[in-house]
């Protein structure tokens, strides 16, 4: 399963160059859907992919052709097919070539053999990448941190209220009567102005109470890695009292930049308020961090012993206050789980998505769904 979700990872970027839009959480479902699926049927695979991976008529035949193309290149041949079945074979959209396409897939892959590379995700960490964090050995934790440090975390870009020069639809008055002064105060030429593009900052609030111990260093681990390679983000530790820890994980070392949280943060392994802790939140940081439209991780299992209408109320202004709020718990997938506590039920009304972060897959998937936020 792990070969199998590289390869549609890669496939999925595939598309992306192409221009098809592939939604954030498509590749988990599509991993789901294939489990039902005979891997060996060309048809019944590129049916389910078609299905769950295209959204617009106009995408399917560049799909068509980056699916056959990538079939080939991933299957080492022409595997069979059901009877009487065969895709579409339209020809490309204007301007797009299957050969651009298969270039910009082996540019990719090529970049990610570099050192530092984040088009590919892990190969050599095939093993552990269904694993359960609480499981992982001290070698295996360093060999997945190592591949923590390879994804990208790009969520979004905003539009800000700053113009700058560029094609957009307005005229720049300024610009254009600057330039009338060299032509006799005639205007030859109207300058455009376009809306100034930044990328949405990250913030990340960490549970490191008692009932998150078993994940609490991986998790520190991720965000260290998330500060690594994304510009603006804010990272803050909560069990019953909060603690801010960006500066501590900017430090360049993962070993460095945990010892440094652990000497700030004083509640670890403590309960959980999670309501009060949002509270605190707000109050202190709020506008300062939540500027911006940034997307928001609220990292927990949900165990918590304040009150759940307190959780709400604070869970509700921090959708407000952001362009997306995701809740990551690593107890979903594990056996019989359900989100039945009080303050779950209470919170989740107001949580956008409400992702599992229990393994390397999780993680990557939630890369991928993060980079596929505009």
């Known amino acids: 399963m792990s070969l199998l979700l590289d390869n549609l990872l890669i496939f999925s970027r595939l598309l992306r160059r192409a221009g098809v839009e592939v939604q954030g959480n498509a590749v988990a479902a599509l991993v789901d859907a294939l489990r039902y699926v005979d891997l060996a049927v060309r048809d019944d695979v590129y049916h389910a992919c078609r299905a769950l991976l295209v959204h617009r008529h106009d995408q399917i035949a560049v799909f068509d052709l980056a699916f056959a193309a990538f079939w080939r290149q991933h299957q080492g041949g022409r595997p069979r097919t059901a009877a009487g079945a065969t895709p579409a074979a339209e020809p490309p959209a204007a301007g797009v070539r299957i050969e651009d396409l298969l270039a910009s897939h082996d540019e990719a892959d090529a970049d990610a053999a570099a050192p530092g590379g984040s088009a590919k995700i ?18 295996e934790l360093a060999e997945a941190r190592a591949a923590l440090s390879r994804l990208a975390w790009q969520p979004g870009q905003r539009r800000t209220r700053r113009w700058t020069r560029g094609r957009g639809a307005r005229v720049d008055l300024r610009r254009a009567i600057a330039g009338s002064l060299r032509t006799g ?141 995701i809740w990551l718990n690593p107890l979903i997938g594990t056996a019989d789980y359900a ?9 989740l009304p107001f949580v956008d998505d409400f992702l599992p972060v229990r393994t390397l897959t999780n993680l990557a998937q939630l890369a991928l769904h993060l980079n596929a936020l505009a």
Request: with cysteine.
């Open 339 to 347: 989100p039945l506590t009080r303050g779950l039920q209470a919170a």
């Open 122 to 139: 892990w190969s050599t960490s095939g093993a552990l990448a269904g694993k359960d964090f609480a499981a992982f050995t001290a070698d």
């Open 185 to 325: 105060g005639e205007v030859v030429k109207l300058p455009r102005r376009a809306r100034q593009v930044r990328p949405r900052p990250l913030v990340l609030l960490c549970d490191v109470s008692g009932s998150m111990e078993r994940y609490s260093r991986m998790l520190l681990h991720f965000a260290h890695a998330v500060t690594q390679r994304h510009r603006r983000v804010e990272t803050f530790l909560f069990s019953t009292t909060l603690t801010r820890v960006t500066r501590e994980l900017r430090a360049a070392g993962p070993d460095e930049a945990l010892a440094a949280v652990s000497r700030s943060a004083a509640d670890f392994s403590g309960g959980t308020r999670i309501g009060a802790v949002l509270k605190e939140f707000h109050q202190r940081w709020g506008r300062r961090v939540l500027h911006g439209g940034p997307v928001a991780l609220l990292i927990s299992d949900g165990w918590d012993l304040g009150d759940p209408l307190e959780l709400a109320d604070q869970t509700a202004r921090l959708q407000r206050s952001c362009h997306r709020l």
